[in-house]
Each structure stands twice: as structure tokens, then as C-alpha cells.
């Protein structure tokens, strides 16, 4: 793809989020289009490009916890070799019943990032969550970046292409 070789020349780490394991799951979690698909076909290119770090990006969700194998699926499916699954940010405007998870479902989502991590996929957890949930060094280790770290610059896209938002090291 004549796009994805003009952004190996300035891009060695990208992000992209995917929620939903399926077009309707994506949809809803989203509350938006479902852009599931073409999000795939462009991590599988992604994946396979000369950039250094494609990584994959999920807020932990009931459909998440529900559904790992199939989230993992996806990841083992496409290539990609980083993923992390964030605490969800529930505020008085965002309250998605989706998101509102529980100890034992991080702890179940964690068991999962661990058993990936057998198969060569870096897992990490974003959003802070306190070292006490587990006393488990292994599910602790998950809380810390494991080399997924954001870099200096950032450039953020929405799906259809327009710029959202850029820093840089001077921010």
C-alpha cells in the first residue's frame, strides 16, 4: 500500500485502538461507525511494515472480558506483537454500562495479557491502577510500560483521515 511505505519514512511506532471484536461490538463500544474492517486490513499491512512498534489499544470492557480469545484472535491473526488494554475513565458523562468493571475482571483480563505474553505478545495495562489489585509479581509487571512507552513526538488521526492533535518533546 503506497501510503503505509510513505509513513515507514517518519513513523517507527504507531498506535491504533481497537474495541470491539466484531463490526457490531466495535459499533456499539464506539457508540459510532464500525470501522472494524478496514482498521484489520491496515494493522495486517501495519504489521508487516518496516515500522518498529504497531500496537494495538483496548479500553477493558464488559465485551472485552467476555470475549478474550476472541480479542486475542484478532491480535495473533493480524501479527501485531504489542497490546494494551486500558482501565476504562468513567466520568458523570461516560457512564457506558460496558465499562463498569470490576476487580475480578481486570484480574481475569490480566491472567489473559499473561498467558499472551507465553506467545510472544507484549501486554501492559494503561490508565493507572494501583500495584495493590494483585500480590501477584507477575500481574504487577503488567502495570508498568514493558517497552510500550509513547515516544516524544505523537500524531493523532480520527478514521477518516483528519488530524486531531500533535506534540512534540517541547510539550
Same mark, same amino acid.
Given at each position: 500500500?503506497?501510503?503505509?511505505?510513505?509513513?515507514?519514512?517518519?513513523l517507527?511506532?504507531?498506535?491504533v485502538?481497537?474495541?470491539g471484536?466484531?463490526?457490531s461490538?466495535?459499533?456499539?463500544? *464506539?457508540?459510532g461507525?464500525?470501522?472494524?474492517?478496514?482498521?484489520?486490513?491496515?494493522?495486517?499491512?501495519l504489521?508487516?511494515?518496516?515500522?518498529?512498534?504497531?500496537?494495538?489499544?483496548?479500553?477493558?470492557s464488559? *465485551?472485552? +472480558?467476555?470475549?478474550?480469545?476472541?480479542?486475542g484472535?484478532?491480535l495473533?491473526?493480524?501479527?501485531?506483537?504489542?497490546?494494551? /488494554?486500558?482501565?476504562?475513565?468513567?466520568?458523570?458523562?461516560? *457512564?457506558?454500562k460496558?465499562? /463498569?468493571?470490576?476487580?475480578?475482571?481486570?484480574?481475569?483480563?490480566?491472567?489473559?495479557m499473561?498467558?499472551?505474553?507465553?506467545?510472544?505478545?507484549? *501486554?501492559?495495562?494503561?490508565?493507572?491502577?494501583?500495584?495493590?489489585?494483585t500480590?501477584?509479581?507477575?500481574?504487577?509487571?503488567?502495570l508498568?510500560?514493558?517497552g510500550?512507552?509513547e515516544g516524544?513526538?505523537?500524531v493523532?488521526?480520527? +478514521?477518516k483521515g483528519?488530524?486531531?492533535?500533535t506534540?512534540?518533546? /517541547?510539550?
Amino acid at each position: 500500500n503506497k501510503s503505509i511505505k510513505e509513513i515507514e519514512k517518519y513513523l517507527d511506532n504507531i498506535l491504533v485502538s481497537i474495541q470491539g471484536y466484531n463490526s457490531s461490538s466495535e459499533e456499539n463500544l *464506539t457508540q459510532g461507525g464500525s470501522f472494524l474492517k478496514g482498521k484489520m486490513k491496515n494493522l495486517a499491512r501495519l504489521a508487516r511494515s518496516k515500522i518498529d512498534t504497531v500496537r494495538v489499544s483496548t479500553i477493558i470492557s464488559k *465485551t472485552l +472480558v467476555n470475549n478474550l480469545d476472541a480479542y486475542g484472535l484478532i491480535l495473533t491473526t493480524l501479527g501485531i506483537r504489542k497490546w494494551i /488494554a486500558n482501565r476504562p475513565m468513567v466520568t458523570k458523562t461516560n *457512564t457506558h454500562k460496558e465499562y /463498569a468493571i470490576s476487580k475480578k475482571d481486570i484480574l481475569k483480563v490480566m491472567d489473559y495479557m499473561l498467558k499472551l505474553q507465553k506467545i510472544g505478545i507484549t *501486554t501492559n495495562l494503561g490508565n493507572a491502577l494501583p500495584f495493590c489489585i494483585t500480590k501477584d509479581l507477575k500481574k504487577i509487571s503488567l502495570l508498568t510500560s514493558n517497552g510500550a512507552t509513547e515516544g516524544y513526538e505523537r500524531v493523532i488521526y480520527d +478514521v477518516k483521515g483528519c488530524l486531531l492533535y500533535t506534540s512534540d518533546a /517541547a510539550d
